[in-house]
Each structure stands twice: as C-alpha cells, then as structure tokens.
C-alpha cells in the first residue's frame, strides 16, 4: 500500500512540475510522460535478481538524435528509476 502511495505521488509530482508543458502541447505529452514513467520503474526477475530493464530501454529511445522535450522525459525516466530502487527496498 506504501509503495502505490508513492508511486502516485510521484507521477502527480511529475506531471505537477510540468504542467505547462502539458497545457501547451495536446494531451499526447502527458501520457508520454507517464509511459516514460512507468516504463523506467518496470523490473525484470530473472531468478531472485531484478534489473532495471525498462531504464535501459527509455534510456535507449532519448539518445536518439530528434527528441522533443528531452529533459522531461530524462526526469521522468529518473523517477522512475528511483521507484524501481524504492520497489527493491520496500
């Protein structure tokens, strides 16, 4: 119950801190945001070891060389990060 605590108030923080971006671009930025979000915080099990998988990905999609808003979604990917490592530690 912690954990889904934190992790919508993180995802209500994200889109809090950029609110303008979402008023400024249709609603497609918002849920870009969250994808971002949701997938940098999913983990893979292989056996008792879980790995940041979904970072790795989201990490591969923002280096590529045209990305819009590329500093919100490297933050978003970031809180995601850390709820994966609060996941661990929860």
Do not use: D, H
């Not at 919508?8 to 809090?16: D, E, Y």
């Not at 950029?18 to 918002?30: A, D, H, L, R, T």
């Not at 808003?69 to 609060?86: H, T």
């Amino acid at each position: 119950m912690l954990f889904l605590l934190i992790y919508i108030g993180l995802l209500a923080g994200l889109l809090f801190m950029y609110q303008e971006e979402v008023k400024k671009e249709p609603i497609e930025f918002g849920l870009k945001l969250i994808g971002y979000y949701v997938l940098a915080s999913l983990p893979f099990k292989l056996f008792w070891i879980s790995m940041p998988i979904g970072f790795l990905i989201t990490f591969y999609l923002l280096t590529q060389t045209r990305v819009k808003y590329k500093k919100q979604k490297q933050l978003a990917s970031l809180i995601g990060l850390i709820v994966f490592f609060l996941n661990l530690v929860i």
